[in-house]
């Protein structure tokens, strides 16, 4: 089932969140699913006799109930009956809390707008709430819609890959959207200095990759549309998104470990960062 039963969505209030929210609860009503939303504030650790306030569950809490009432009002305002969760601590471990614990399949996270440095870092929460959860995860660019007309799949092959491949097209064959999948070989002049026997086995690689796309769609009945893109990866994916106007971008999150989840530049949160449309992460 390429149907969503669970989400939850992670707010904060930004204009990127409402947002968020507001599609959550269109895909809800498709998908009749139900949605959590999940508010974090930071969790006081300091002596509570020297700080002089009165009520410091108050004064810690009160901006995320407040959140949650702004929240509440949203999804009043758009018919969506939601769920809603206050917690304490450092936000990507409350989420990827929240999502395991309440069996969520899938996280749904707002993502803003901004300048190249900041698209490039991505949002230091989104990149590990990815790391981290083994639950999908659905960003959406402030301004964006959600529609499932036209997706476009970014594999390299690898395991990460394959369960986005199967995961779009479930959302394909189920939702009747165009699909299309690519395959970047990455080059640089370095690459090419190496001469065009290198090259050449690179494409061949790029080759059997859509391949198995080719087969697996076919199986399933989907039509599939096939690249093949040099480059910077992350660049040449988001290119091919613009150029198609593609709904939703795919993609795999290769599964890492301790300080590596935390570090950004990879081409899947590169992708998120520039992208104009909404990326749906799948983990293994």
């Known amino acids: ?22 599609l959550a609860g269109k895909l809800a009503r498709e998908d009749k699913s139900w949605i959590k939303v999940l508010a974090v504030v930071p969790k006081y650790e300091g002596d509570l006799d020297l700080i002089g306030v009165a009520n410091i569950k108050e004064a810690i809490a009160g901006p995320g109930e407040r959140l949650l009432a702004e929240a509440r009002k949203i999804a009043e305002s758009e018919d969506i009956h939601i769920l809603t969760d206050l917690e304490q601590g450092e936000p990507y471990e409350q989420i990827v809390r929240v999502a395991a614990e309440e069996n969520c399949d899938l996280i749904i996270m ?42 476009l799949l970014a594999t390299d092959g690898s395991p990460s890959c394959d369960n986005a491949l199967a995961r779009s097209l479930e959302i394909a064959q189920e939702r009747g959207s165009k699909f299309a999948a690519v395959s970047v070989v990455y080059t640089n002049d370095e690459f090419y200095a190496m001469g065009q026997t290198i090259i050449q086995g690179l494409y061949k690689e790029a080759d059997k990759v859509l391949d198995k796309v080719k087969k697996w769609a076919g199986d399933l009945g989907v039509q599939a549309e096939i690249f093949i893109k040099d480059g910077e990866p992350h660049l040449a994916i988001v290119d091919l998104a613009t150029e198609r106007a593609s709904d939703l971008v795919v993609m795999g999150s290769h599964g890492r470990k301790g300080l590596t989840r935390l570090l950004m530049g990879s081409v899947t949160e590169r992708v998120i960062g520039y992208a104009n449309c909404p990326v749906l992460v799948c983990h293994i």
């Not at 901004?114 to 989104?126: A, D, H, K, Q």
């Open 1 to 22: 089932m390429a149907k969503y039963r669970k989400i939850l969505v992670a707010y904060d209030g930004s204009s990127s969140a409402k947002n968020a929210l507001s």
């Open 110 to 151: 707002g993502r803003r707008g901004g300048g190249n440095l900041e698209r490039e870092l991505m949002g230091s929460v989104t990149a590990r709430v990815i790391g981290h959860t083994s639950k999908d995860v659905l960003v959406i660019p402030e301004k964006s819609a959600l529609a499932w007309g036209n997706i």
